[in-house]
């Protein structure tokens, strides 16, 4: 029973468009949400994560919404630039000191 | 240098080898954490471990076992290797201090099972 998913498995946009990125969740004890970046060879690395008491966090070009009632949450990332090209997973926490994680999004962003 | 060394980065094994993947870290962190990649299915973890003497199961824990050495160590065993468990594994750390459980990764291990 996959408790965080991604159901979108690839997403491809133009350079300079916004991509987003959604993510879903069955447990509503999950309080913190966490996006991670992947890039080839290399471990997933900490994006930008948000607490179920807001419904948005911004750093820079990356945004998160979250969508409690909805167990929703997406990323948001304007401008789209090459470098962004990874594979993205969301990632969930009940407090309990483990992540759960969703099935990743490869995005690919075009020149 | 890297925070958080996993070794070896690449593994090819027979069906019923018995095969050990070391993690160790310098970021002082007492939590530590194997996951395992699979196309489509993402990061599920494997065991972790909050302490020296604590160890945990986590969602696929059958057909592996840890040894947490020390604070900085961290082993993942496969027993009898099986096809399987082919797979991308990745050790991580957190310092379980933060409201966010932030995990620090590894570079990973590619385990390939014949």
């Known amino acids: 029973d996959q408790q965080v998913k991604q159901n979108s498995p690839s997403l491809s946009v133009q350079e300079g468009r916004i991509s987003i990125l959604n993510c879903d969740y069955t447990?509503?004890?999950?309080?913190?949400f966490l996006w991670y970046k992947k890039y080839p060879a290399e471990g997933p690395t900490f994006l930008i994560s948000?607490?179920?008491?807001?419904d948005k966090n911004e750093d820079g070009r990356f945004t998160v919404f979250l969508n409690k009632s909805a167990k929703h949450l997406s990323l948001h990332i304007v401008p789209s630039q090459p470098g962004d090209s990874a594979v993205y997973f969301c990632?969930?926490?009940?407090?309990?000191?483990?992540?759960?994680f969703g099935q990743g999004t490869t995005l690919q962003v075009k020149p | 240098d890297a925070d958080v060394t996993q070794t070896p980065r690449n593994r090819i094994t027979k069906t019923g080898k018995r095969i050990m993947l070391e993690c160790s870290q310098t970021?002082?962190?007492?939590?530590m954490y194997w996951y395992r990649q699979d196309p489509g299915l993402g990061l599920r973890l494997i065991y972790y471990s909050f302490d020296v003497k604590d160890i945990n199961k986590g969602e696929i824990s059958d057909g592996y076992s840890v040894s947490r050495q020390a604070q900085a160590k961290f082993s993942l065993s496969l027993e009898s290797a099986i096809p399987n468990q082919t797979a991308l594994y990745f050790c991580?750390?957190?310092?379980?201090?933060?409201?966010?459980?932030?995990?620090?990764f590894g570079s990973g291990t590619q385990l390939s099972v014949l």
């Open positions: 948000i607490s179920s008491i807001k």
């Open positions: 447990n509503s004890m999950f309080d913190y």
């Open positions: 991580a750390t957190s310092d379980g201090d933060t409201v966010v459980e932030k995990l620090f």
């Open positions: 990632a969930a926490s009940d407090n309990t000191g483990k992540l759960i």
């Open positions: 970021k002082g962190h007492d939590r």
